[in-house]
């Protein structure tokens, strides 16, 4: 099918995207750090949400 290869193409783009912000602003070691921790938060909230809520 041709479903897989628009979603390819946005993953190359948004991945250019971070590779040209990371080279521009050049995050420091505790930015990196609040940015995965912030991730984790996320990503276990939305974890819990969808264990805990009748679908």
Do not use: S
């Not at 099918?1 to 995207?17: Q, S, T, V």
């Not at 912000?21 to 938060?41: D, S």
Request: aromatic residues 10%.
């Amino acid at each position: 099918g041709g479903g897989l290869r628009p979603l390819l193409e946005e993953a190359e783009n948004e991945r250019m995207h971070l590779m040209t912000m990371i080279e521009l602003v050049q995050p420091k070691w505790h930015e990196r750090l609040l940015v995965i921790t912030v991730q984790g938060v996320f990503f276990n909230a939305f974890f819990v949400l969808y264990l805990t809520v009748p679908q």
